[in-house]
């Protein structure tokens, strides 16, 4: 009979520190935008606001968004959740989300990408830029696929830290 003499210590994991990047979205953030005339209609005025916290153990960012617009007369109330965390293996962030304008297939309310100088671009169904500027605010670009590597604008939205 053998002894296993091996040691083995529980180890927690921990974050990869690439998730840290992500610090610039912490917070809340009162929205103000636009959509652009195209397919989601003619150009109407968006207002809301959006949160960015850590969940616990500092794996996930939680965004969490309430919004409004109108479409063809309609008023539309956009609600939702995402949850950013990172690949290491792949090299990137991957995005899940979940909304109240749903349903959505299990693939279409997935992103992934990284970042293109100091702006967050992560690409699924849509594009979705984050552009932080000076003064604390960032801007959301939106896009949709407009041919073969072309993108049409639908968004664009300020976000304006308020805590």
């Known amino acids: 009979m053998s002894e296993n003499t091996q040691n083995t210590e529980f180890q927690m994991p921990t974050p990869d520190p690439a998730l840290k990047e992500l610090d610039f979205l912490v917070g809340r953030w009162d929205l103000k935008g636009s959509t652009v005339e195209g397919p989601m209609g003619p150009a109407t005025e968006i207002t809301g606001w959006e949160t960015f916290e850590w969940l616990q153990g500092g794996f996930f960012l939680v965004h969490r968004w309430e919004s409004s617009f109108t479409v063809e007369g309609v008023e539309v109330v956009d609600a939702g959740y995402e949850f950013f965390d990172y690949d290491p293996e792949?090299?990137?962030?991957?995005?899940?989300f979940f909304n109240s304008l749903g349903p959505y297939d299990h693939e279409g309310s997935?992103?992934?990408?990284?970042?293109?100088?100091?702006?967050l671009v992560v690409t699924?169904?849509?594009?979705?830029?984050?552009?932080p500027h000076p003064g604390g605010t960032v801007i959301v670009d939106s896009e949709v696929p407009a041919g073969d590597d072309?993108?049409?604008p639908i968004m664009k939205y300020t976000l304006?830290?308020?805590r």
Do not use: L, N, Q, V
């Open 160 to 162: 304006t830290r308020t």
């Open 150 to 152: 072309e993108w049409a």
């Open 90 to 96: 792949g090299g990137r962030y991957r995005t899940h």
């Open 110 to 119: 997935k992103y992934h990408g990284g970042f293109e100088g100091e702006a």
């Open 124 to 131: 699924g169904p849509a594009r979705i830029t984050r552009t």
